[in-house]
């Protein structure tokens, strides 16, 4: 017969057999997950970029949120983002485009990820014009993954 440690020992390892693959799953999940919000941010990118805010409003999930130049601005729909000044302002700072240097994933769901990012603002000749932290909040909503929040430090 069993003593009661090896039944306790039985019954532990049995519970961690058994919980591998709800692990496994959430691990893919997760993994998915993280692919689908870096594509958004890859999404939101191309279209900052190329200057295209109706790419750029459909690279967002709605109510769409923004924490920057000491205040919160919040867009109900892509059709009131896309009627962004961005466009205008951001060329009289020098910007003509910018890039991620870095995207680190702080907290991931299956539905929603939080992403700490480092980019650059750069100038026609590619100087750089700033480097700044913020943080994305990317969020599955209909199936479709887009940026619902960020908050930087960048003007």
């Known amino acids: 017969m069993f003593s009661k440690f090896s039944k306790a020992l039985l019954v532990s390892f049995s519970l961690l057999v058994l919980a591998v ?7 893919a999940a997760i993994d998915e ?5 870096m594509g958004a941010m890859d999404a939101f990118m191309l279209a900052f ?3 295209d805010p109706e790419a750029w409003a459909a690279s967002l999930n709605y109510p769409h949120v923004r924490f920057a130049s000491g205040s919160v601005t919040v867009w109900e ?3 009131e983002f896309a009627q962004t000044l961005a466009f205008e302002r951001l060329p009289d700072s020098g910007w003509d485009h910018s890039h991620w240097l870095t995207r680190e994933v702080s907290l991931a ?5 939080h992403i700490n990012t480092l980019f650059q603002r750069f100038n ?3 100087e750089i014009i700033g480097t700044y932290q913020s943080l994305y909040i990317v969020t599955r909503v209909n199936g479709h993954w887009g940026t619902q929040a960020r908050s930087s430090l960048a003007p």
Not at 21 to 27: F, R
Not at 109 to 113: H, L, T, Y
């Open 77 to 79: 729909s892509a059709e």
């Open 33 to 37: 997950a993280i692919a689908g919000a």
């Open 21 to 27: 693959p709800s692990y496994a799953q959430n691990s």
């Open 49 to 51: 970029n190329a200057r």
């Open 124 to 126: 026609a000749d590619n």
């Open 109 to 113: 769901s299956p539905n929603k990820v």
